[in-house]
């Protein structure tokens, strides 16, 4: 499949005009980009007509794959309705309340209010002013540490990088006075000689030790991802967010799931923090709530702060031109009721989303170049290691993950490549016979990268 204009001239028209995200943009000019033209279910095309299976769902995002009619229908009769208005001036609109509705229908009881953003990382940088105006209006303007961990990651924005716990990015320009960080669980990288159940109670009592330092009376909450995303796909043992938990209770630290990856059906729960059983107070969404087809995001409240903050806060300072818009709104609506009513989160919980974790062990699971496993649900990784009795990893990981990537790409498979390990996140809506491709795709990438660095 081609357009009208040839690849080459789009790969200069955007040399001339655009700074990509995370890449050396010189280089990448001299490659020239690929060029995405068409999407179906799990599949793109780009202007060439080559075909990809997308396992990372665009950036985790693409819950419902792509080419939903009833999303772009909904976009459409919102937009000759009314386009835009805002929730400023005292005024509201029909779209924005009804998502409401639907949206904590579908969460804990516990939550009940929410600020609409454009996207993950704007909803990190409200969070990050809610939380201080929250502890504010109780008295406790000292309470304004934030502690996020190390290879977290929260958005690319000053403040969300600086929440997020990637150390070149904080290098960059990224990092901002009253946030501090402690290490993540990642327990094949970290783990020693620990069981993983004492690594996870070691990895979360680095929380206590953090706030004991600098004092519970001027921390005000600890962030993170209930696994790690852009990080690695890292899931923790199960011991960690019960203790996490415990610990922010026991100092009256506000406890902030990022799920803007892990939100609406990933693990096969609609929010990842009710797989691992923890009840964060705010919850960071995006993603998947729109299913990617047009920017929105969010911060959730729990009853507890909201009604401080409305009860007790008077003004509060904030908002957004394009908080609540409308379309935004109206593609969000029909995106949580084909969630719901598709019953597409029962199914990754119940059947393909073990079908995933299932053929990922049995393909990998004794792979020269796989030392372990993990995910649930649409979620996994896999870690490359040297060793995988001892857990020594490659000293050139990146080198061969990325090369695993690239070769990927010339298969007709799109996964990831993060610090080593190999991680997808195809859309819930799957096939068995799209995730057999997804896997078999993945198994030729990885044998290639295992032949050219001497593995098989």
């Not at 990651?153 to 290098?171: C, D, N």
């Not at 990537?405 to 859309?427: D, K, N, Q, Y």
């Not at 809506?429 to 044998?447: F, H, N, P, W």
């Amino acid at each position: 499949m081609t357009t009208s204009r040839e690849t080459r001239d789009y790969q200069a028209a955007d040399a001339a005009h655009h700074i990509h995200a995370f890449v050396d943009q010189k280089a990448l000019n001299d490659e020239g980009p690929r060029v995405m033209v068409r999407g179906e279910r799990l599949h793109l095309w780009d202007n060439d007509g080559r075909r990809y299976l997308d396992g990372m769902s665009g950036l985790w995002c693409t819950n419902l794959g792509y080419g939903r009619q009833d999303l772009n229908a909904a976009a459409s009769r919102q937009l000759e309705q009314l386009p835009y208005y805002n929730m400023f001036f005292h005024t509201t609109h029909p779209q924005v309340i009804e998502l409401s509705e639907l949206l904590f229908s579908l969460l804990p009881g516990h939550y009940s209010h929410a600020i609409y953003t454009n996207s993950g990382s704007e909803a990190n940088e409200v969070l990050i002013r809610t939380v201080r105006r929250y502890w504010q209006v109780l008295g406790k303007p000292e309470k304004k540490i934030m502690i996020g961990r190390w290879n977290g990651y929260h958005g690319s924005t000053l403040a969300a990088t600086a929440l997020g716990g990637m150390k070149f990015m904080h290098e960059m320009g990224g990092m901002l006075p009253d946030i501090e960080h402690i290490d993540e669980p990642y327990f094949f990288a970290h783990g020693g000689e620990l069981t993983p159940a004492e690594f996870g109670l070691r990895a979360a009592r680095q929380l206590e030790a953090k706030i004991l330092e600098l004092g519970a009376d001027r921390v005000a909450g600890f962030i993170a991802e209930p696994f790690q995303g852009a990080g690695g796909m890292i899931f923790p043992p199960e011991s960690y967010w019960p203790e996490i938990q415990r610990i922010c209770r026991q100092y009256d630290v506000l406890l902030c799931a990022d799920e803007v990856i892990g939100g609406f059906g990933r693990t096969g729960e609609w929010f990842a923090h009710e797989h691992f059983g923890f009840e964060p107070d705010t919850l960071s969404i995006a993603k998947g709530l729109t299913s990617g087809y047009i920017p929105m995001g969010g911060l959730i409240l729990s009853k507890r702060m909201a009604e401080v903050l409305v009860e007790q806060g008077g003004v509060f300072a904030h908002g957004l031109t394009y908080s609540g818009h409308p379309v935004a709104a109206a593609v969000a609506i029909a995106n949580l009721k084909a969630l719901r009513d598709e019953g597409v989160v029962t199914r990754v919980k119940d059947d393909i989303g073990p079908y995933l974790q299932q053929c990922l062990r049995e393909v990998f699971g004794n792979h020269p170049l796989v030392g372990d496993i993990q995910g649930a649900g649409m979620v996994a990784a896999l870690q490359l290691a040297e060793d995988k009795a001892t857990r020594k990893r490659f000293a050139n990981e990146n080198d061969i993950a990325w090369r695993c990537r690239t070769i990927g790409f010339e298969e007709g498979v799109i996964i990831r490549s993060t610090l080593g390990r190999m991680i997808m996140a195809p859309a819930l809506i799957a096939s068995r016979e799209e995730i057999d491709e997804l896997v078999g795709k993945t198994l030729k990438a990885l044998d290639r990268t295992a032949q050219e660095y001497g593995r098989l």
